[in-house]
């Protein structure tokens, strides 16, 4: 699976929109990018994955850019309850899930 | 839907001692993991199920670590010996089939004295 890139941590502040970008320059055809969170203490959250298009849900939107090398998860109007680290997880069917050190986001009032 | 259960959440034991963490994954569930994260780390895999079968357990340390998943639901994750490098917190995770998202417990930090 491809490598990714993302920074080490961030701060949005409280209802602004939080973009956490993610490069995967060596990304192949068939993989696809995965978005996961983690906060303090629980276990990893899905939160969204996409192959070419970009996605949204209820939770986050996923935007892929146009040559795949790199990706933005945008959370609409943080909470204080979105402070979390953010794993971006290049994976291609029938491979495993394999997270990386992640970006720690802070959302601060 | 009820999500997957770990247990313990937490365990103090001395080195060389056993130690056992048991998950229930999500009914309806094939596919059920364990990752062990060490702190400031991301998760890594130790070993994937399909159904009861363990289909890659190429990270488990095989002298120390095993890991059962009878009748293809629940799992149990054993250490025996444990040492001091065994403290992290080890983390369950189930998935309807190997390409959905997966479903995390909440883990079971283990601190060997």
């Known amino acids: 699976d491809a490598k990714t890139t993302q920074p080490t941590s961030m701060d949005c502040a409280e209802g602004r929109a939080a973009n956490l970008p993610c490069n995967h320059s060596t990304i192949s055809g068939n993989e696809y990018v995965y978005w996961y969170r983690q906060i303090h203490s629980q276990g990893p959250q899905y939160i969204i994955h996409?192959?070419?298009n970009n996605e949204t849900n209820e939770m986050a939107s996923l935007i892929i850019t146009e040559d795949r090398k790199s990706s933005t998860l945008i959370l609409p109007h943080a909470t204080l309850r979105d402070t979390a680290v953010y794993y971006c997880?290049?994976?291609?069917?029938?491979?495993?899930?394999?997270f990386g050190a992640g970006t720690r986001l802070t959302v601060k009032p | 839907e009820a999500g997957v259960v770990q247990s313990p959440r937490y365990k103090i034991i001395e080195k060389k001692q056993p130690v056992a963490f048991w998950c229930n994954p999500i009914s309806g569930h094939n596919t059920l993991y364990w990752y062990l994260q060490n702190l400031g780390q991301g998760p890594e895999l130790l070993i994937r199920?399909?159904?009861?079968?363990?289909?890659?357990d190429s990270q488990l340390p095989k002298d120390r670590f095993s890991a059962e998943r009878l009748k293809g639901v629940d799992s149990t994750l054993k250490i025996q010996p444990a040492e001091l490098g065994d403290s992290a917190v080890y983390l369950c995770?189930?998935?309807?089939?190997?390409?959905?998202?997966?479903?995390f417990g909440n883990g079971t930090r283990l601190t060997v004295t």
């Open positions: 995770a189930s998935s309807r089939n190997y390409n959905s998202p997966l479903h």
């Open positions: 996409g192959l070419k």
């Open positions: 997880i290049v994976r291609v069917e029938d491979n495993d899930m394999r």
């Open positions: 199920y399909e159904n009861e079968e363990a289909v890659d």
